[in-house]
C-alpha cells in the first residue's frame, strides 16, 4: 500500500473516531441538557407558589383561594405563541398539593384529590426536609415521562404540605430533536469537509512524493531527468538535496570514468608522436624525414579531434535538460546538414537523397544538427564509392522519425551491442578509425529532447539509423 494512501486512511479514521465521538457526546447531552434547563425553571415555579399558597393550605381555606381559581382557569386559556419556530396551543402544568400525610388536597387536573402520593419521590423526599423531584412515564412511550418538582409549603419553620409542579418531557421534545438534527447534520459536514481536506493534502503528499520517486528511478536507470518542481518545503528541500548529492557522486564517478579512458586513447598518438620525434633526432633522409613530420602532424591532429569529440560529449552527458528549448524546423535542419557533408560526400562521389516533411520539433537546433551531422559522418565513412545515401524525414503518430540509410556492409554481430559504447568504434573500408564518439553524442543529444536512437542493418543491406523525437 503506496504511503500516500496509508496516510488517508490514518487520517480518516483519526477523524471518523473523532468525529463519531464528539457528535455522539453532543447528541447524548442535549435532551439531559434541556430537560435540567425545564426542571431549574418548575424550581422556580414550585418554590413562588408554595410560598403564595401557604397561607390557604394552613387555613384549610384552597377551595376559596383567588390564587387557586386563577389557576383552575389556566387550564381552559389558549396560548397562541410560537418558541423557535414550534407552537405552543396551551399551558403544559399541572399542579397538586398534598398535606403532610402526602394525601392530594388539590390536583388542578381535578383527578386524584384523596389519593395517597407519600411515596413518590417528589412528596417523600420534600416532606423529610430534602429535595423532591421525579419523572415517571405517562403511558408505554419513553417520550411520555412527566417531569414533577416539588417546593415544601411552610408555616414558618414547619412544612404543612408539599406543593408539586408537573410539566410532560414531551413539551421539549421537538426542541431536543431539532437541536440534535443540526447537530448531526453540522456534524456530518464538518466531516466531510474534514475528509475532502485530508484527501487533499494526502494527495498533495503522494503527488509530491510520488515526483520525487520517479526522479529517483530515473536518475536509478542513468536517464537523463532535471529535479521537477517540489516547491519551497520539505520536499523540496529534500529533492535539492537528492539533486546536490547525485551531482557530486556522479561528477566523481564521471570524471574518474573519463581520465581513464582520456588516458588510454591518448596513449597511441603521444606514443606515435614521441616515436617519429625520436627518430627524427638521426640523421635520415629527407622524404623518411617528411614522413615521420606528417606522422607527427597526424597524430597531433587525431588528439585533437579526440579532445574536442570528448569536450562536447562531455557537454550533452552533463546536461540534464534544455535550457532554452525553441521550435525547430526538421525539413530545414535536414536541408543544413545536407549542405555541411557537401564537401565530403563530393569528395567520395556520394550521392544524399532528401525527403522531409515539413514537422516541427521543440528543442535545441545547433545539438540537433551536430547529432544528425554526426549520423551522416558515419554513413558517409562506411559507404562504397559512388555509393547512395538515404535522408528521410516522416511523421509516425505523435511522434517525427529521422533515417539515415547506406549501402555499407552494414554492422557485424560483435558489435551491434557496443555502437554507443565511449571510445568504441569500427574500422572503416579504408582501415582509418573514428574517436567512437559520434554516436555517444547522438545518444545523448537525443535523449534531451526526450526521444531515442537506434542503429541497426537495413533489410537490403547496409546501416540504418533511426532518430525518434517527440513533436511539439
Known amino acids: 500500500m503506496k504511503i500516500g494512501l496509508r496516510i488517508l486512511l490514518g487520517y480518516f479514521l483519526i477523524v471518523g473516531l473523532a468525529a463519531w465521538f464528539l457528535l455522539t457526546v453532543f447528541v447524548q447531552q442535549v435532551k439531559p441538557g434541556v430537560r435540567a434547563t425545564q426542571e431549574d425553571a418548575l424550581v422556580d415555579t414550585a418554590h413562588l407558589l408554595a410560598v403564595i399558597l401557604a397561607d390557604d393550605v394552613k387555613a384549610g381555606t384552597l377551595s376559596e383561594s383567588v390564587v387557586i381559581s386563577r389557576i383552575n382557569a389556566l387550564r381552559k386559556r389558549t396560548v397562541d405563541v410560537r418558541i423557535a419556530g414550534f407552537s405552543r396551543p396551551d399551558v403544559a402544568l399541572r399542579f397538586y398539593i398534598t398535606d403532610t400525610r402526602g394525601i392530594v388536597i388539590y390536583d388542578s387536573a381535578g383527578q386524584d384529590v384523596g389519593r395517597d402520593y407519600s411515596r413518590w419521590n417528589d412528596v417523600y423526599l420534600t416532606l423529610r426536609g430534602k429535595y423532591g423531584a421525579r419523572s415517571t412515564r405517562a403511558g408505554y412511550d419513553e417520550n411520555s415521562t412527566v417531569m414533577h418538582v416539588a417546593a415544601p409549603v411552610k408555616d414558618g419553620d414547619r412544612i404543612i404540605g408539599v406543593l408539586t409542579v408537573a410539566k410532560p418531557n414531551l413539551a421539549v421534545q421537538p426542541f431536543v430533536e431539532r437541536s440534535q438534527k443540526v447537530i448531526r447534520e453540522r456534524g456530518a459536514l464538518l466531516l466531510i469537509m474534514s475528509l475532502l481536506i485530508g484527501a487533499a493534502f494526502a ?270
Open 203 to 472: 494527495w498533495w503528499l503522494s503527488h509530491s512524493l510520488n515526483k520525487l520517486m520517479l526522479y529517483i528511478s530515473a536518475v536509478e536507470e542513468g536517464k537523463k531527468v532535471a529535479l521537477p518542481d517540489l516547491g519551497n518545503n520539505e520536499f523540496g528541500r529534500l529533492g535539492r538535496a537528492l539533486a546536490a548529492m547525485r551531482a557530486k557522486l556522479e561528477g566523481k564517478e564521471y570524471v574518474e570514468e573519463l581520465m581513464h579512458t582520456m588516458a588510454h586513447e591518448l596513449k597511441s598518438p603521444i606514443a606515435a608522436i614521441q616515436g617519429s620525434a625520436e627518430l627524427m633526432r638521426e640523421e635520415m633522409p629527407a622524404h623518411e624525414r617528411a614522413h615521420f613530420l606528417s606522422n607527427i602532424l597526424n597524430q597531433n591532429a587525431r588528439q585533437k579531434q579526440l579532445i574536442d569529440k570528448l569536450l562536447a560529449l562531455i557537454r550533452v552527458e552533463k546536461q540534464q535538460h534544455l535550457d532554452a528549448p525553441g521550435q525547430v524546423s526538421l525539413r530545414e535542419l535536414a536541408a543544413q546538414v545536407q549542405d555541411d557533408c557537401a564537401a565530403r560526400l563530393a569528395a567520395r562521389d556520394l550521392t544524399l537523397s532528401l525527403t522531409a516533411d515539413d514537422l516541427t520539433v521543440p528543442g535545441d537546433a545547433l545539438l540537433l544538427r551536430q547529432a544528425l551531422g554526426n549520423l551522416l559522418d558515419n554513413a558517409i565513412d562506411f559507404s562504397p564509392q559512388s555509393g547512395k545515401i538515404a535522408l528521410t524525414v516522416s511523421r509516425l503518430d505523435h511522434s517525427a522519425v529521422i533515417t539515415v540509410r547506406d549501402e555499407g556492409e552494414g554492422i557485424p554481430p560483435f558489435a551491434q551491442e557496443r555502437l554507443f559504447e565511449r571510445f568504441y568504434s569500427l574500422p572503416r573500408p579504408d582501415g582509418a578509425r573514428s574517436t567512437g564518439l559520434g554516436l555517444p553524442f547522438v545518444r545523448e543529444a537525443v535523449a534531451l529532447h526526450r526521444g531515442s536512437v537506434s542503429v541497426a542493418n537495413g533489410e537490403h543491406g547496409g546501416a540504418v539509423a533511426t532518430v525518434v523525437l517527440p513533436l511539439a
